[in-house]
């Protein structure tokens, strides 16, 4: 797992955000893994900002989207089809058809789920994906003790996931307990995994992801297995990592070697 501690926020999105601007520079049509969550948010920022000033497109880009809540329509403004179209693809100049989303009102959402898997495989599998963590380790909506080989599926939300985006819904708005995500495995699938975290609250979440065992009660920790997982962390998140200064002294090391080698 590469380790990057930044600053703040603002440099982890901007990190965070040239690492898409890069791959969409290499290869225009590439499938994007894409994430929810407030802490995307100004990586998203970015990536409209770089279209906009033309340094990419996303004309044949392919997205999907790791998770919905089951039981929200695509046009409902807690669904996670209505935030992606708010905060991202309604600025650029993708082909909607060619985003998706796990369907979150789908009659049949067992079947639902072998649909989306057998999408991503019909795309050639995702180049990037984005992640966020949630503060109990989880990624996507795969909760502790989610198999860690899991594939798309429905999967039942914990209090703690509940409670920390409750804040979406209002008072009385219903609010789902129930979601579709992609499985750990078909997270791991992806040629590249990119996790964002910042935050004291996520501290917790990325020392037991990084350094803790490789554990279904931290689904993030699959990520040890990853051939090419980045996790772009403020110093904030970092904080109860046993030693900050040697991750450091590693990523330096990393770039010296890149700018070497002409990267
Ligand atoms: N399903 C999403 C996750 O994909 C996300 O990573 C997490 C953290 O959200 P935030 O970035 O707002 O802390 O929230 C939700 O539960």
Redesign the pocket.
């Known amino acids: 797992m590469q380790i990057v501690i930044l600053k703040n926020s603002a440099e982890v999105a901007e990190y965070g955000a040239n690492i898409f601007i890069k791959q969409l520079q290499n290869r225009a049509d590439s499938v994007l893994g894409l994430?929810?969550?407030?802490?995307p948010l100004a990586l998203y920022q970015g990536l409209i900002e770089a279209s906009k000033a033309n340094k990419i497109s996303f004309k044949d880009v392919t997205t999907f989207n790791?998770?919905e809540y089951l039981g929200l329509e695509g046009t409902h403004p807690q669904s996670y089809r209505y935030f992606m179209n708010e905060q991202l693809f309604d600025h650029i100049d993708i082909d909607k058809a060619n985003t998706f989303v796990p369907p979150g009102d789908a009659e049949n959402p067992i079947q639902a789920c072998d649909g989306y898997e057998a999408k991503i495989e019909a795309a050639g599998g995702i180049d990037i994906q984005l992640?966020?963590?949630?503060r109990n380790g989880?990624?996507?909506?795969n909760e502790p003790s989610s198999g860690l080989m899991s594939r798309t599926r429905v999967k039942t939300l914990t209090k703690a996931?509940i409670e920390?985006?409750a804040r979406f819904f209002g008072t009385d708005e219903y609010q789902p307990h129930l979601s579709i995500t992609m499985g750990i495995g078909t997270i791991l699938d992806a040629r590249k995994v990119v996790l964002l975290a910042t935050g004291e609250n996520k501290a917790d979440a990325i020392l037991a992801t990084v350094e803790g065992a490789l554990t279904a009660s931290c689904p993030a920790s699959a990520l040890q297995l990853h051939k090419n997982a980045v996790l772009v962390i403020d110093e904030a998140a970092a904080s109860k990592l046993s030693d900050c200064e040697f991750y450091k002294h590693i990523e330096s090391e990393n770039q010296k070697l890149m700018a070497r080698l002409g990267f």
Not at 35 to 39: E, K, V
Not at 131 to 134: A, E, P, R, S
């Open positions: 994430a929810t969550g407030s802490t790791l998770d992640l966020g963590i949630g989880h990624i996507g909506f996931t920390d985006n």
